[in-house]
């Protein structure tokens, strides 16, 4: 019999399977198939291992049986498993989702979220948020620039920096250490964090508020990055709401935070951060980071309108979040304020 020379690396074939099958009802041997087949002796063996079902003859012994068709059928299904596992967000339902929800301003973690959250009972829609980065990163994508949907905009992840804070002498200043439990434990709502970003050439910013249950952001614009901007920032914050819903605000250390005060005027209580530690405010720092993905340093506050601040501020507030278990910040906030 003639052997066969076979490109290197190339896959068995049906042709080649039938006659694997034929050969071992001859009681050939692996090496002698595998010298007819131009293939190596480990090929031949694992096919045969993996591809041959368990059967029991007529005195009910086990024994493996090598048919060419089912090994053929276990081989394209195999194929096909590996290619969805290399090829993600194939499925076009979840594809379609998937680029709706990046171009409202979605991280992959929100999504991935959300869809379990959405379908808990149909695990079809399911997906890790790694396999949505693994899409977007795809060198196969590059030429779509699917990065450009995450809301950095950068190519590679880069770890998180807070915002210093400055050593300022402040009035009436209440340490967080003198803060009430209850607040850290984030069970009781109206319990706010406050900071301020900064504009282009420090002359303006945002007065930025974030609550500690509901993770819901307020933002409100500082024409001039001083005290009395600040102060008038926060009441229009805080004014429209009930009590029980400002009970205190925990600020940072700057300057525009010297009239905080007046905030009892609103029966608020206030608390600072200690300096250089924006960790205390954790919350409040990845809110001004958000908002940073819309308003990159440098902005100049002055030509931003009213109506654009507020659409970002929706926007923030009609996301999953995590620590949520994917619930918006708008839905919890209005449960709280429905009780």
Not at 41 to 53: D, F, L
Not at 211 to 222: P, T, Y
Not at 278 to 288: K, L, T, V
Not at 299 to 311: A, M, P, R, Y
Request: with cysteine; glycine share 6%.
């Amino acid at each position: 019999m003639e052997v066969r020379k076979i490109p290197k690396f190339s896959k068995l074939t049906k042709t080649e399977r039938i006659l694997i099958a034929r050969l071992k009802t001859k009681d050939y041997s692996n090496k002698r198939i595998a010298k007819i087949l131009g293939r190596s002796v480990s090929t031949i063996g694992r096919e045969i291992k993996r591809n041959s079902p368990t059967c029991y003859n007529r005195q009910g012994r086990k024994r493996k049986l090598y048919e060419p068709l089912h090994a053929q059928a276990r081989a394209e299904a195999r194929k096909k498993r590996a290619w969805r596992a290399k090829q993600p967000l194939k499925n076009p339902k979840i594809y379609a989702y998937v680029l709706e929800k990046l171009r409202d301003g979605w991280s992959p973690e929100q999504i991935a979220g959300r869809l379990r959250l959405k379908y808990p009972g149909d695990k079809s829609w399911w997906i890790s948020h790694e396999t949505i980065y693994r899409f977007i990163y795809h060198p196969d994508n590059k030429a779509g620039a699917w990065w450009e949907y995450l809301r950095r905009k950068q190519k590679r992840r880069r770890k998180k920096k807070g915002r210093k804070a400055h050593r300022v002498r402040i009035p009436d200043r209440v340490s967080i250490h003198k803060r009430p439990r209850i607040i850290e434990r984030r069970k009781q709502i109206g319990h706010w964090e406050g900071d301020s970003i900064v504009g282009k050439n420090r002359i303006n910013g945002l007065h930025t508020e974030y609550e500690r249950v509901s993770s819901i952001i307020k933002l409100e614009k500082l024409d001039r990055l001083n005290a009395e901007e600040t102060i008038s920032a926060q009441k229009k914050i805080f004014g429209p709401l009930p009590k029980f819903l400002r009970r205190s605000t925990t600020l940072d250390n700057g300057l525009e935070m010297v009239k905080h005060f007046k905030l009892k005027e609103m029966g608020m209580k206030t608390y600072f951060a200690d300096p250089y530690a924006s960790w205390q405010r954790g919350g409040n720092e990845n809110a001004n980071l958000w908002v940073r993905y819309y308003f990159p340093k440098g902005t100049g506050f002055s030509k931003i309108s009213q109506e654009e601040l507020k659409d970002v501020e929706w926007e923030l507030n009609n996301r999953p979040r995590k620590r949520l278990k994917f619930k918006t910040p708008m839905e919890v906030f209005t449960e709280h304020f429905n009780r």
